[in-house]
């Protein structure tokens, strides 16, 4: 009998949180089908906690907060799963150290999901070695959005204000005309926040702001 079998047999809960999207919708009914007790969950509702143990979480981390979602089962007496996008390594390394047991890319075929959770069920996961390798890529990326953040703490409001505007695709133009400034004063304030970030354009700016609020989410 394999592991997902004996798994179905004893009723395993599994929650499944998440966005609305294919990922949460398809594997919550594809779970009951083999057997497992799953609900689907909400990503912005609070979770319940886990009926006993064994109780496994899959959480879909692509939307903001994933990993902060993760703790939440952790805390909340499930053995979190991650499910994640194999280009954003560095979200994964978040789930892990919020406390996910295994990972799982949204590449893989659902057998391999389905193994995971019946892992993941008897009590199961990531090997230590794995487990550090992704604690040792949080730790660079904190480092990295620590660096991030120091840079853009150097901007004045009203640089960060420019920057936002620059972020939302406005021209220099736009923006003297919107924030009731010379375009002069415009320039200036550009300028400034090109030093203080050390870019050499303004697409360089817009891309560290991007990014470090993308990584801290």
């Not at 009914?29 to 886990?50: E, I, M, Q, Y």
């Not at 620059?166 to 021209?171: A, C």
């Amino acid at each position: 009998m394999t592991a997902v079998q004996v798994a179905a047999q004893t009723a395993v809960q599994v929650l499944v949180v998440g966005p609305s999207d294919l990922v949460t919708t398809s594997v919550t009914p594809a779970l009951r089908a083999h057997g497992f007790v799953a609900t689907g969950h909400c990503a912005d509702d609070p979770l319940p906690l886990a009926p006993g143990a064994g109780g496994v979480a899959v959480v879909n981390v692509d939307g903001p907060g994933g990993p902060r979602i993760v703790a939440a089962a952790a805390q909340g007496g499930w053995r979190p799963i991650a499910v994640f996008r194999p280009t954003e390594p560095q979200r994964a390394a978040a789930a892990v150290a919020a406390g996910a047991v295994a990972l799982v890319p949204r590449s893989a075929s659902f057998p391999d999901l389905l193994h995971a959770v019946a892992v993941a069920a008897d009590g199961g996961g990531m090997s230590a070695d794995e487990r550090a390798q992704w604690f040792d890529i949080h730790r660079t990326t904190l480092v990295e959005i620590d660096a991030g953040r120091r840079a853009l703490d150097r901007l004045t409001e009203r640089e960060f204000e420019v920057l936002q505007r620059l972020e939302r695709g406005q021209k220099a133009a736009a923006i003297a005309v919107e924030a009731v400034l010379a375009m002069s004063t415009v320039r200036t304030h550009i300028r400034s926040i090109l030093v203080k970030l050390e870019v050499n354009s303004q697409q360089q700016a817009v891309a560290l702001y991007r990014e470090t609020r993308r990584r801290a989410s």
